[in-house]
């Protein structure tokens, strides 16, 4: 056995070549989620619980900088079966297990170009690490609307016009169908702009909870634009490939977001606003007869606030709406969450919990969703 | 390269913070077995052979304490197409991929509780790492019978009531239907205990072979007794799942393990008796017909010794009997098992061989399998 | 964080025991391809292209030696969709994860035992890695001819019969299905044989460009036999599995490679010769009307030249030339490649592109196909 310098949540390797040749970062993450839930019905009140155990994500990760700091490479892989799922006919009939692997290279004063795969500069709840969030889990806004991972390349800059202020910009361009595919591009490309301000200067604006507790207020606001010619999934490049009779039913979809994150004094507060337009909203046949398949149109928005103690014991709530224009895949009208977590170790191990009051469509039951999750980051 | 004072069979990376805040064992595991397989008919004698080669066990494992010494994980994954195998609608159509995803805490005094998903406290033959055996392969008995992994909690505590006698308890609370599963929970919890005496003192009781040499008798005693509450599997929280014509047919299915392990002087023996019941044992639709699918009731067997020579050449001998109460899908009745093994270093290279006569059910022929196998473990 | 010894393209990890018990370098890699293709019509010229990404490779390697330099083992991991797809009944219907899963045992002077699954001793440009070719990718002969991994074992040895002149012999016995299955030998075993004459001494022979830029012309001749006894697969032991009303259609599948590869101040030169003959090309069910499947058999010829500048940028070209007997399958007739890399840190950090004019058969039309491509291997 060997005595190491590295400490706890900074990877289970961790060296930096003495000939500054290479670095590597090894780290592993796993989490365990304990999840109840219960019907309510306006007639009988509160049904049957039920219960199950998940291990909901574990995942390899190996970063650095090889052959210059200038070059940077990140390889994350998923190995949960919630991870690793999403086989098709697209992807060679196999699990997904690269999240990202990508390669970014600072060729020019504050430049970086980055190419392989990795999330695209969508909304800012998906890019914050699902590691770092301070919640359970990402909002239903995220999971209805976000643009997530695809193949392709990207450019991030950054500008300094003053004082603390920082301006971030990124634009992208990816294959639209998402992330692992290896049947080529079907349709066209994936155009993705974002542009990010922070007035007071830089902070953690990609971490859940205020564990720095600010003394001064920090705010990042986030813009992005994604257009998607010709795509062929319903929503944008994820969700259902819509067949016709003969190919694909092909239309541009856009997506545009706005989200802010604030932190001060152990407050963290996050907003998001999501809306998602086509040029047809609903897939055709050649012969102009509707194939079933439709692309989900609409908005959602997403607001949460906490406060953390000084003990690193964390509160907080969140509501969330979405308003699809197709009524039928919407479901979910409003959810109200109010959640707990303790930070043993910041994000590298905590236990958090929360429990969530769900309003859905259609004149179904409302739920009720008591949740557990352990999370250990190495 | 670096220089490191860790050696072979400990890990390839093998690491403790000098901060102590966490350690880490990296290790890997290779397993390739060659087999021959003759048929021996009454009339005919010896058919002809199939010869095979396979990549049986190949495995990469974490292991470690982080934040406390109290605070343990083990993450550890399947490779080999047999390992990872299992694929269904109730795990997301994707391998298996992970074995144990664990954290163990020492929260007070000699108990320890366990979060996520590993063995259960099951027979002993199954908790004995698959790399730590003094076999080729577990009995039948234990394919037959064992009630593998599954994801929840365990508590598990020490008490020592004076002398070197060790008595040691696990209870556990499962979801019941194995490992990897997303879809959820299906019938009710499984629930699990274990009782396990040393009465002559602590020893190496879930390894094979007896490398320590054992100067006084060493024994160790276990009982378990499972209880899967409205289970939907055919072997408990195993096994295939018995659908009906509108779901799934439940039913309580207990397993009752007693096992014994003896080392002296180089000899090791363990014995192994499995029982399982059902409540109802036939699955029945709504209507009362039968499904097809039946709970394997039965009892299984097995009793095995070896000696260890100076040499480290161990010689084995096994018998094996199964008695399941459905004739149909027992196919074995009894397996005679000669074995040698030579153990370069310990479990961490060596070659295993053995020799097994099946006593094959229903009229089949009879069979006589030999087998090769090499195990590397870094 | 910690220093190490270790630089850049030497893997992430790489130790020596300090009592030389083990020694392990565990390196990752990955591999981003950018492609665009034409449709070439004798009438209408250039059609629309097509565009798309792909994360090509990533794997995770491992080796070095155990318990004695003598005894060392590989094994190596495919993360990308396009590396672990194959999924069948005949590997448990999984991903095929493991690349290499081999010990190799110097047991006696210049003899060296393996055991495991890896790559057969078959054509030159097969067993390069495919890190290491000065081409963005194989030929089409490799794609068309190669007999790729098995499981089982082979025995490499070296002669020195005087000056520089080296010999290499390596034979093999393996399943004959190809790598990663699990349900066991169909037919009969495949054997294989190589020679290699190395008349001016050793050299690179199997990494492509000339780095070492070789002050004398080296040479590497092979020539390699492959017998393939009741083969049920279309390419010996790849391709489609060859069903009948019945079974499997068996029948002996040999083939035959010459290669060579030639490296003088900066210039490389490759040449390969295959060939594939089956005992009936044509399969057949048991009442001798044909199932549709049938041996790929014929022959194929490639030959690249590339010159390595001293700035580490080399050109190079390629010709390919396919030979079907089965004119349906073969598709392809000859593939003219233009190629230009830039090595950054030799073929640990590179960028690779390629232009392919390929003349199909059949009256299709011809195209044209640019590709890009990154390395990077820590």
Known sequence: ???????????????????????????????????????????????????????????????????????????????????????????????????????????????????????????????????????VDRSLVNSRFNIDRDMGIQLHH???????????????????????????????????????????????????????????PKLALGISYDYNNNAVRTRSNSGTYMLTDDGFFETDITTFFVDAIFKYRGISAMAEYAHRAADEAFATNADGTLTGDAVNIGSGFNVQAGYLFKNNIQILGRYTTIDLDDQVTQLVEDQYTLGLSKYIVKHKLKVQTDINYTDLNLGLDDNLIYRLQFEFHL
């Open 158 to 216: 950054e500008i300094y016009p003053g004082g603390n202020f920082i301006i971030r910009e990124a634009i992208s361009i990816a294959q639209g169908e998402g992330r692992n595919v290896t049947a080529g591009n079907i349709g066209g490309l994936q155009y993705t702009g974002r542009l990010e301000l922070l007035p007071f200067g830089d902070f953690a604006d990609y971490t859940g909870a205020d564990f720095a507790r600010e003394t001064t």
């Open 1 to 135: 056995q060997d005595l190491t310098e590295n400490t706890f949540g900074k990877g289970l390797v961790n060296v930096v070549a003495k000939d500054s040749s290479y670095s590597a970062n090894f780290s592993l993450r796993m989490q365990s989620l304990f999840t109840s839930a219960w019907n309510i019905s306006e007639d009988d009140g509160f049904g049957d619980v039920e219960a199950n155990f998940l291990v909901r994500r574990a995942r390899l990760k190996f970063q650095g900088f090889a052959y210059t700091p200038k070059l940077t490479y990140k390889l994350e892989l998923g190995l949960s079966n919630r991870d690793i799922s999403g086989a098709s006919v697209y992807n060679g009939d196999t699990p997904r297990y690269i999240l990202d692997a990508v390669v970014k290279w600072n060729f020019y004063e504050n430049f970086e170009l980055w190419a392989g795969q990795t999330k695209l500069p969508g909304n800012r709840e998906r890019i914050i690490s699902s590691g770092s969030l301070e919640t």
